[in-house]
């Protein structure tokens, strides 16, 4: 089994930035501004695991299905073939 977590805080754009300076780097034409909530976290948790017949999504403590779980099914196609892994995952 593989396992990754990730926390990723709440970022509200208070001015944002437009255009591109340089494409090549990515750098932005003019500066943007941002500020970052405390305390509005949220933790995803990404376990790939050969006993998984199908991905499984699991959102504030309920098993998704339809269009929620193809999405992230999409997004989790793209990591495994970049990874080169053939195992279904659990997300929660």
Same mark, same amino acid.
């Given at each position: 089994?593989?396992?990754?977590?990730?926390?990723?805080?709440?970022?509200? %754009?208070?001015?944002?930035?437009?255009?591109?300076?340089?494409?090549? @780097?990515?750098?932005?034409?003019?500066?943007? =501004?941002?500020? +970052?909530?405390?305390?509005?976290? +949220?933790?995803? +948790?990404?376990?790939?695991?050969?006993? =998984?017949? %199908?991905?499984?999504?699991? @959102?504030?403590?309920?098993?998704?299905?339809?269009?929620? =779980?193809?999405?992230?099914?999409?997004? @989790?196609?793209?990591? #495994?073939?970049? %990874?080169?892994?053939? =195992? #279904? %995952?659990?997300?929660?």
């Amino acid at each position: 089994m593989r396992r990754a977590v990730a926390e990723a805080r709440a970022n509200i %754009a208070l001015i944002k930035y437009w255009g591109k300076r340089d494409r090549v @780097l990515n750098l932005p034409a003019n500066s943007s =501004l941002s500020l +970052t909530l405390d305390g509005m976290t +949220t933790r995803t +948790t990404v376990c790939f695991d050969s006993a =998984l017949a %199908a991905d499984r999504l699991i @959102l504030g403590g309920e098993e998704q299905v339809g269009e929620a =779980l193809r999405r992230v099914t999409g997004f @989790l196609d793209l990591v #495994r073939g970049l %990874a080169k892994l053939d =195992l #279904r %995952a659990h997300i929660e």
